[in-house]
């Protein structure tokens, strides 16, 4: 299971961080993190973090977004927000058998 928290109101140049508590799937994940999905456009990617510890980003958010990861949590660093950063953000694992689970979900809203 995963329970995300952390989104919310900002002001654009403001900064959240977003949390997101993984239990139940054991040793098997190879993979947490970030995608988000605004209205009327498909779900992206933001982010993630391989179980080593290696981080892969988005353009749109390089340089802005830091993500890290311990053993129960992935979190998502979000630092100069831009309005066209406002969506939901839902947290999601992979598994080593190519399994992805999806959390429910938490909206950023970047007011300008």
């Known amino acids: 299971q995963l329970q995300a928290s952390g989104g919310g109101l900002v002001q654009a140049g403001g900064s959240l961080r977003l949390s997101c508590a993984v239990s139940?799937?054991?040793?098997?994940?190879?993979?947490m993190g970030w995608y988000r999905q605004a209205t009327e456009i498909p779900r992206e990617f933001v982010a993630d973090?391989?179980?080593?510890?290696s981080p892969n980003y988005a353009d749109s958010v390089k340089g802005r977004f830091t993500i890290s990861r311990d053993n129960t949590t992935v979190y998502l660093q979000m630092n100069s927000l831009r309005p066209e950063d406002t969506a939901v953000y839902y947290c999601s694992t992979l598994s080593a058998l190519r399994y992805r689970s999806w959390g429910q979900g938490t909206l950023v809203t970047v007011s300008s």
């Open positions: 139940g799937s054991g040793s098997s994940i190879v993979r």
């Open positions: 973090v391989t179980i080593g510890g």
